[in-house]
């Protein structure tokens, strides 16, 4: 009889650990087969279906050493375009390809639209040279901007831009007049994932991409219309916007890839998506972010516009800790009225207010470059304003700054911007002016 209780023990033991036993199988067996609990946590940074987006297919990244479904288009490196298929919503086809264990990440592929610029086309004027070192393009008097600078010191000291490569990935370059002495090196287009290469591939039916790239490397003391900045420096076209301004991200990734592998120096992106009140990373896109951290492991100095939205947080891939996040600032070097800001600002440098005429002088008071404007019957000078316009002046600064300084790296080349910028606002860096106003006569005694 005193044996009973142990029995009883031991046949409760069984009975509980055959159940056990029993679901345990059953969950195992379970296992195989079955999609991921959380299909989410493949999801990369763009996956707001409230966010622009295309339609027609979604952004995948593969495990290594993966062969890509054969209806897959490649992109860069693993990330590839995949359909979305009849019937079913891109957010549907995330869920999907989630599920499949190739596949290392899934994303939307979100659309960027440059905001409408505002222009002003300048008036044919007969200016005065100031300064005994100015160069003798006739309207540079009137570029405000290059003094504020220190441009004029900084050429005088004979750095220029000799030798170092600038991709523009913007809407293209369309070379005019002014910019027919300027070297052109690898450019393409990279438009809903068609890669075509060649000038006239990478010619801009735009404006904007011409513009920008007037300010950092127009043709210069040529006795014609206006300076640019680093006129000697090579430039990289990268036309990864479409006549309307309009793109992808995944085209903006791979022209960041384009400008690595084809021995970019700096990139100056003068775009930029709206992040409202977030920061990076919870606004980013996670294509772009690889593309970036590849291009960062290389050496390049990436250059991004803040933002024209007022906001208090700078938009991407500006908000990112290793791409300069460039403000902008009117005539007066206080922050322009459209300027974004915030804590990941860089640096500020002159971007142009068109409802201003601060010095009287009967011009608005905007960046003025020679560019082309769908419809013109020519080039011709035009006013604009954006912190698009601020960012090639540190494109064209850190490219005077790697040619007097070679060996420099490109954390060096921002420490040494970053470290001679004119302070403004709060002593010390602050959310309004970054760490100042580009100064880049003054950056060359930080190296």
């Given at each position: 009889?005193?044996?009973?209780?142990?029995?009883?023990?031991?046949?409760?033991?069984?009975?509980?650990?055959?159940?056990?036993?029993?679901?345990?199988?059953?969950?195992?067996?379970?296992?195989?087969g079955?999609?991921?609990?959380?299909?989410?946590?493949?999801?990369?940074?763009?996956?707001?279906?409230?966010?622009?987006?295309?339609?027609?297919?979604?952004?995948?990244?593969?495990?290594?050493?993966?062969?890509?479904?054969?209806?897959?288009?490649?992109?860069?490196?693993?990330w590839?375009?995949?359909?979305?298929?009849?019937?079913?919503?891109?957010?549907?086809?995330?869920?999907?390809?989630?599920?499949?264990?190739?596949?290392?990440?899934?994303?939307?592929?979100?659309?960027?639209?440059?905001?409408?610029?505002?222009?002003?086309?300048?008036?044919?004027?007969v200016?005065?040279?100031?300064?005994?070192?100015?160069?003798?393009?006739?309207?540079?008097?009137?570029?405000?901007?290059?003094?504020h600078?220190?441009?004029?010191?900084?050429w005088?000291?004979?750095?220029?831009?000799?030798?170092?490569?600038?991709?523009?990935?913007?809407?293209?370059?369309?070379?005019?007049?002014?910019?027919?002495?300027?070297?052109?090196?690898?450019?393409?287009?990279?438009?809903?994932?068609t890669?075509?290469?060649?000038?006239?591939?990478?010619?801009?039916?735009?404006?904007?991409?011409?513009h920008?790239?007037?300010?950092?490397?127009?043709?210069?003391?040529?006795?014609?219309?206006?300076?640019?900045?680093?006129?000697?420096?090579?430039?990289?076209?990268?036309?990864?916007?479409?006549?309307?301004?309009?793109?992808?991200?995944?085209?903006?990734?791979?022209?960041?890839?384009?400008?690595?592998?084809?021995?970019?120096?700096?990139?100056n992106?003068?775009?930029?998506?709206?992040?409202?009140?977030?920061?990076?990373?919870?606004?980013?896109?996670?294509?772009?972010?690889?593309?970036?951290?590849?291009?960062?492991?290389?050496?390049?100095?990436?250059?991004?516009?803040?933002?024209?939205?007022?906001?208090?947080?700078?938009?991407?891939?500006?908000?990112?800790?290793?791409?300069?996040?460039?403000?902008?600032?009117?005539?007066?070097?206080?922050p322009?009225?459209?300027?974004?800001?915030?804590?990941?600002?860089?640096?500020?440098?002159?971007?142009?207010?068109l409802?201003q005429?601060?010095?009287?002088?009967?011009?608005?008071?905007?960046?003025?470059?020679?560019?082309?404007?769908?419809?013109?019957?020519?080039?011709?000078?035009?006013?604009?304003?954006?912190?698009?316009?601020?960012?090639?002046?540190?494109?064209?600064?850190?490219?005077?700054?790697?040619?007097?300084?070679?060996?420099?790296?490109?954390?060096?080349?921002?420490?040494?911007?970053?470290?001679?910028?004119?302070?403004?606002?709060?002593?010390?860096?602050?959310?309004?002016?970054?760490?100042?106003?580009?100064?880049?006569?003054?950056?060359?005694?930080?190296?």
């Amino acid at each position: 009889m005193t044996s009973f209780p142990r029995m009883r023990r031991a046949f409760w033991l069984a009975m509980i650990m055959g159940l056990l036993i029993i679901g345990l199988g059953v969950q195992v067996f379970a296992v195989p087969g079955n999609p991921p609990l959380d299909p989410t946590a493949k999801f990369g940074a763009a996956a707001d279906p409230q966010q622009p987006h295309a339609s027609d297919h979604v952004l995948v990244r593969l495990i290594p050493d993966t062969v890509p479904d054969p209806d897959f288009s490649p992109i860069f490196g693993r990330w590839h375009r995949a359909p979305v298929l009849p019937g079913e919503t891109p957010q549907q086809a995330l869920y999907r390809l989630a599920a499949l264990p190739e596949i290392d990440k899934v994303e939307l592929d979100y659309l960027i639209q440059l905001a409408p610029s505002e222009a002003n086309r300048a008036p044919d004027r007969v200016t005065d040279l100031a300064w005994g070192y100015e160069p003798n393009d006739p309207y540079f008097d009137d570029q405000w901007n290059f003094f504020h600078v220190l441009a004029p010191e900084a050429w005088k000291r004979g750095w220029t831009g000799s030798g170092v490569t600038v991709a523009v990935l913007d809407t293209g370059v369309w070379p005019g007049p002014d910019l027919t002495c300027r070297t052109f090196v690898d450019p393409v287009s990279i438009i809903s994932g068609t890669v075509t290469t060649g000038l006239i591939a990478a010619q801009d039916d735009h404006g904007h991409g011409t513009h920008v790239t007037g300010t950092i490397a127009q043709c210069t003391d040529n006795g014609f219309r206006d300076a640019g900045l680093a006129y000697d420096a090579t430039i990289m076209p990268v036309k990864i916007l479409n006549d309307t301004g309009g793109g992808a991200w995944s085209d903006i990734a791979a022209g960041i890839d384009w400008a690595r592998t084809h021995g970019a120096d700096v990139i100056n992106m003068s775009l930029s998506a709206d992040c409202g009140i977030t920061d990076y990373p919870a606004c980013s896109v996670s294509i772009v972010d690889d593309a970036i951290d590849a291009a960062v492991s290389a050496g390049v100095l990436i250059i991004a516009a803040a933002g024209n939205e007022s906001n208090d947080h700078l938009g991407y891939p500006a908000n990112r800790p290793d791409v300069m996040g460039v403000g902008a600032v009117d005539m007066m070097l206080d922050p322009a009225p459209y300027t974004n800001y915030g804590s990941a600002l860089s640096i500020v440098a002159p971007g142009g207010d068109l409802s201003q005429d601060l010095n009287g002088d009967g011009l608005p008071d905007g960046i003025e470059q020679e560019t082309r404007h769908p419809g013109d019957a020519d080039w011709d000078s035009w006013f604009y304003e954006g912190t698009s316009m601020a960012a090639p002046h540190v494109s064209a600064a850190a490219a005077m700054l790697m040619a007097a300084f070679p060996a420099a790296s490109a954390g060096d080349i921002r420490d040494a911007l970053e470290a001679s910028a004119m302070d403004r606002g709060a002593l010390g860096f602050d959310n309004d002016f970054g760490y100042g106003v580009l100064q880049i006569d003054d950056a060359f005694c930080q190296l």
